[in-house]
């Protein structure tokens, strides 16, 4: 069609030059070509309008563009979109586990001043002459955590829920509560393990030098999810009762209900982790021993959480793990 074009031009200059000067010249009329290629552009569609396709009719070539376009921008919008969503419920589940962490970091701070004050840590309980749990740790940590008033308030000449006491019951400080539980003032979701061998042998206090196994391979204090403890009462995990399978639905656990996992804070002040469900239950139990001499090596392990990566599986079965 150029060819066609080009020839129709130059016979128009030929001719315009060989008339006398000022008469217009008799241009040919234009080749089909050129009628065509004006008429298509005439009949294409502007901003905003749309060519019908009709039977043996494609659609234009400048519309089949725009679609192209459209649909690509609409995937680019939705990837987008889709990594959007994703961080902000990372960031968001990344506030939930600093904040369920903070009262673990804040209570073995704490423990470290009671044991500085008293050259020891607390017991798991206070007991009557009997040997009946009476009062709890967390009572008497409580001028260790700024809660002075309420130490001040509490009777150690009554049970935990006597007449006194009772009146305290809903009035828990909040490092007692995991913020990814439900809400309570009354429930605590941070305890202790109890029983012979941990650093809690009941009513009997522990010193740092009692650790054989070291600070940093002992844990101190715990995550339980759906807690039916009060604070007040003198209650945790007992190693006699409890199950050393993470979130286990069947016996009371270390659980919670967030998907990174439990807390757990070792005697060492330093460590603080989440457990993952598939560390076995052995190097868990070894883990709340304080001098066990259990051979078990563990590491976090950034998304999983605490994880097994080391020591003698055997030796840990014979333990009490279960």
């Not at 809660?147 to 019951?169: C, I, M, S, T, V």
């Amino acid at each position: 069609m150029r060819s066609n074009v080009c020839a129709a031009t130059s016979t128009a200059w030929k001719a315009a030059s060989s008339l006398p000067a000022g008469r217009p010249p008799d241009l040919p009329p234009p080749c089909a070509e050129v009628t065509d290629s004006l008429q298509e552009i005439q009949n294409m569609p502007g901003p905003g309008e749309s060519q019908p396709a009709g039977p043996g009719k494609p659609l234009r070539r400048g519309c089949s563009r725009r679609m192209r376009l459209v649909a690509a921008t609409a995937v680019v919008l939705g990837l987008i979109g889709g990594w959007f969503w994703k961080a902000v419920r990372e960031a968001r589940e990344a506030a939930i586990a600093c904040g369920a962490m903070c009262p673990f970091s804040q209570l073995v701070v704490a423990f470290h001043g009671y044991h500085d004050a008293h050259g020891c840590f607390p017991p798991a309980y206070l007991a009557d002459a009997q040997g009946v749990p009476m009062h709890s740790w967390r009572v008497l940590i409580l001028p260790f955590v700024e809660q002075k008033p309420l130490y001040d308030a509490y009777r150690f000449d009554e049970p935990w829920n006597g007449p006194n006491n009772r009146k305290l019951a809903d009035q828990m400080p909040r490092i007692f509560h995991v913020c990814s539980e439900p809400d309570s003032t009354t429930m605590t979701n941070v305890v202790v393990i109890v029983g012979p061998g941990t650093a809690f042998p009941g009513p009997h206090s522990t010193r740092i030098k009692d650790f054989v196994d070291g600070l940093d391979q002992t844990i101190l204090l715990a995550e339980i999810a759906d807690s039916n403890i009060p604070w007040l009462e003198p209650r945790d995990l007992h190693v006699g009762e409890m199950s050393f399978r993470v979130n286990d639905k069947r016996k009371p656990s270390i659980s919670s209900s967030r998907r990174g996992g439990p807390y757990v804070v070792f005697a060492d002040s330093v460590h603080v982790y989440p457990v993952s469900a598939a560390l076995p239950p052995e190097a868990l139990w070894a883990l709340t021993t304080i001098a066990g001499n259990e051979k078990v090596r563990v590491t976090a392990v950034p998304g999983v959480g605490l994880s097994q990566v080391g020591g003698d599986a055997d030796g840990l079965r014979n333990g009490r793990g279960r």
